[in-house]
Structures are given as structure tokens and as C-alpha cells.
């Protein structure tokens, strides 16, 4: 019988194409923890009062600034106020996201998908970091199963929406995206499978975090 876990916190970095969401949504329901990935959109809009597509057009970019005043100016969060001049920078809309970060964090064992967590929780007990990647030639044939693109399509889609993810990653955690140094583990699912990922990721959280 599995031993009950402490309340941890699972954040997956991941190449786009690796299998990585696969990876951490099958971990969560094994590991019985929430699961977050573009859900953290929806969780800030609703927690801000700001409208999704703000958060949308700013997910994971570096380098968008959006008229607040467009889709609503009245928010709140913690007590925080609309920005002076009704403009909201994407500095702005990271600190709203990594706030609903933290307060998702403290409810119940999560799993979260990109979006700098494990960073926003750096200062947390029980947090643990993995790093998802693939071979180039794997990542073109999901990512073109997966938008029905051509193989040359598909590596584009690759390259121009990783250029976005990585440069979001450094600018906000002064780390380099997908460098082993970043993380406490790395995986490849071609070398090994999304289901062998899985239970090497679900067998390290269970021997650092199982109740005694």
C-alpha cells in the first residue's frame, strides 16, 4: 500500500512537442494532486477581475503591453489597484499570475505546466522542478499530428513558439530555460517513453515526500 504524501508542489518544464502536459497530467491523477496549465489563465482572470484575453494575449510572452482600459479597468487582487493610466504591462499581469500561483500551491499537492512556477515558488517547502524534452523529430511529428501541419510547418510552430516560452523563462527567472541547472531533473521521452517519465518522476516524489 502507497504511503500518503506531505503537501508538495510538482513543477514540469517542457520542450513544446516533448509530451510534457501528457507527463504532468498523468502525474497528477496518479500522485491525487490539482493540475494547472492554461487553467492558471482562467484562475487569474477570475481571481483579478481582469478579462482572460489579457491574460492570453501575455501568456508566456515577454514583451506585450495591453490597453487595461480596452476590456474593463476596474480590479483588485490583494488589495492591489488598476495601474495608474489604465495600461497593464505584462510585469504587471506575472505578479497577478505567480500570486494565484502561490495561493494555489498552499490549497492542495499541485502539478503545474510552464508558466515560471517553479521560480514564483522557489522560497516553498516541497517543491520539486523536471524538465521534459525530446528529440527534434519527435516533437515535429506530435506537434504536426496534433495541428494537422506539415512536417516543415510544424518544426516553424516549434521554433517561433519556444523562442517565446524560453525567452519568457529567462527574462522572469534570471534562469536559462531548459538547462539541466534550472531543474532538479531532466527526462527525455524519446529515450524513454512518456509512461517510463511518469514513474521515474512519480517514484522520486513519493521516496522525498511519503508521510513517515
Same mark, same amino acid.
Given at each position: 500500500?502507497?504511503?500518503?504524501?506531505?503537501?508538495?508542489?510538482?513543477?514540469?518544464?517542457?520542450?513544446?512537442?516533448?509530451?510534457? %502536459?501528457?507527463?504532468?497530467?498523468? &502525474?497528477?491523477?496518479? &500522485?491525487?494532486?490539482?493540475?494547472?496549465?492554461?487553467?492558471?489563465?482562467?484562475?487569474?482572470? =477570475?481571481?483579478?477581475?481582469?478579462?482572460?484575453?489579457?491574460?492570453?494575449?501575455?501568456?508566456?510572452?515577454?514583451?506585450?503591453?495591453?490597453?487595461?482600459?480596452?476590456?474593463?479597468?476596474?480590479?483588485?487582487?490583494?488589495?492591489?489597484?488598476?495601474?495608474?493610466?489604465?495600461?497593464?504591462?505584462?510585469?504587471? &499581469?506575472?505578479?497577478?499570475?505567480?500570486?494565484?500561483?502561490?495561493?494555489?500551491?498552499?490549497?492542495?499537492?499541485?502539478?503545474?505546466? !510552464?508558466?515560471?512556477?517553479?521560480?514564483?515558488?522557489? !522560497?516553498?517547502?516541497?517543491?520539486?522542478?523536471?524538465?521534459?524534452?525530446?528529440?527534434?523529430?519527435?516533437?515535429?511529428?506530435?506537434?504536426?499530428?496534433?495541428?494537422?501541419?506539415?512536417? =516543415?510547418?510544424?518544426?516553424?510552430?516549434?521554433?517561433?513558439?519556444? %523562442?517565446?516560452?524560453?525567452?519568457?523563462?529567462?527574462?522572469?527567472?534570471?534562469?536559462?530555460? !531548459?538547462?539541466?541547472?534550472?531543474?532538479?531533473?531532466? &527526462?527525455?521521452?524519446?529515450?524513454?517513453?512518456?509512461?517510463?517519465?511518469?514513474?521515474?518522476?512519480?517514484?522520486?516524489?513519493?521516496?522525498?515526500?511519503?508521510?513517515?
Amino acid at each position: 500500500m502507497k504511503k500518503p504524501l506531505k503537501h508538495f508542489s510538482l513543477c514540469i518544464g517542457r520542450e513544446l512537442g516533448s509530451g510534457g %502536459k501528457e507527463v504532468a497530467a498523468t &502525474l497528477a491523477k496518479r &500522485l491525487d494532486a490539482s493540475f494547472y496549465d492554461r487553467e492558471l489563465i482562467y484562475h487569474a482572470s =477570475k481571481e483579478s477581475g481582469i478579462a482572460p484575453e489579457l491574460f492570453e494575449k501575455a501568456d508566456e510572452k515577454t514583451r506585450i503591453k495591453i490597453a487595461g482600459g480596452f476590456f474593463g479597468l476596474g480590479f483588485s487582487i490583494h488589495g492591489a489597484a488598476f495601474p495608474q493610466g489604465g495600461f497593464l504591462c505584462n510585469e504587471e &499581469l506575472f505578479s497577478i499570475q505567480s500570486q494565484v500561483i502561490q495561493d494555489l500551491a498552499k490549497i492542495h499537492s499541485s502539478v503545474f505546466v !510552464g508558466r515560471c512556477a517553479d521560480y514564483i515558488l522557489r !522560497g516553498e517547502e516541497n517543491v520539486f522542478s523536471v524538465f521534459i524534452a525530446a528529440d527534434m523529430k519527435d516533437r515535429i511529428s506530435r506537434i504536426s499530428k496534433i495541428h494537422n501541419l506539415s512536417e =516543415k510547418e510544424a518544426e516553424e510552430y516549434i521554433l517561433q513558439n519556444e %523562442k517565446r516560452r524560453s525567452e519568457y523563462y529567462n527574462y522572469y527567472t534570471y534562469k536559462k530555460w !531548459g538547462a539541466a541547472a534550472s531543474y532538479n531533473m531532466c &527526462l527525455n521521452t524519446s529515450v524513454l517513453g512518456i509512461e517510463k517519465c511518469v514513474d521515474i518522476i512519480e517514484d522520486v516524489i513519493r521516496n522525498l515526500y511519503s508521510e513517515e
